[in-house]
């Protein structure tokens, strides 16, 4: 069996510097690498989005649950 498709959880550590989610969204959303929040609250990152996959995009689009109020 190949690689998953999502990073792992150490690659996620490796990746950002931090074990726990928060900081690694934070990390993740300084440095324009999008990703996904899962329903545990932690970060999801396309392997494809980092090694330049069928999936990937050069224009990187970070996906957060907050609200935008500047858009009212």
Do not use: D
């Not at 324009?32 to 609250?41: D, K, P, T």
């Not at 957060?64 to 009212?72: C, D, G, I, M, V």
């Amino acid at each position: 069996m190949g690689e998953s498709i999502i990073l792992t959880e150490n690659e996620l550590k490796s990746l950002t510097g931090y074990m726990i989610a928060s900081k690694q969204i934070r990390w993740l959303e300084n440095n324009n690498i999008s990703h996904y929040v899962n329903g545990a609250q932690k970060p999801v990152v396309l392997r494809s989005t980092l090694t330049g996959g069928q999936n990937s995009s050069n224009n990187i689009t970070v996906i957060s649950k907050k609200p935008n109020f500047e858009a009212l």
